[in-house]
């Protein structure tokens, strides 16, 4: 199974960014998947879940700014980030794993190779 991550970039404060992480393999829909993300010296966060039924979680850091998705016909995730801040500024990692989605890095077996975001301020 590979992950592929896209769509980060520079954007400014107030801004928005639409992640996609497509995925190989013809499993996907029965899986959860999952976005976390990394700032320079930080550890690893979740940023939120989505279930094989489509069930959503989110840190409450991002809540109500972020909408994580999924389109199983196209087997890709996604992630949609409004209103970024700069704090949001990290490397952003999608992940396949536990069918229930969870927080837990633990949770997932496949990782994508990550996608950077940087919002100015």
């Known amino acids: 199974v590979q992950l592929q991550a896209c769509g980060g970039g520079l954007v400014q404060a107030g801004g928005s960014l639409r992640l996609s992480c497509a995925a190989s393999g013809r499993t996907f829909s029965v899986y959860g998947m999952g976005w976390f993300r990394q700032a320079p010296g930080k550890e690893r966060e979740f940023v939120a879940a989505?279930?094989?039924?489509?069930?959503?979680y989110y840190a409450d850091s991002v809540k109500g700014r972020f909408t994580i998705a999924r389109d199983n016909a196209k087997n890709t995730a996604y992630l949609q980030m409004n209103s970024l801040r700069p704090e949001d500024t990290a490397v952003y990692y999608c992940a396949r794993g536990d069918s229930r989605g969870s927080r837990w890095s633990e949770d997932y077996d496949y990782w994508g190779q990550g996608t950077h975001v940087t919002v100015s301020s």
């Open positions: 989505i279930s094989w039924l489509g069930s959503t």
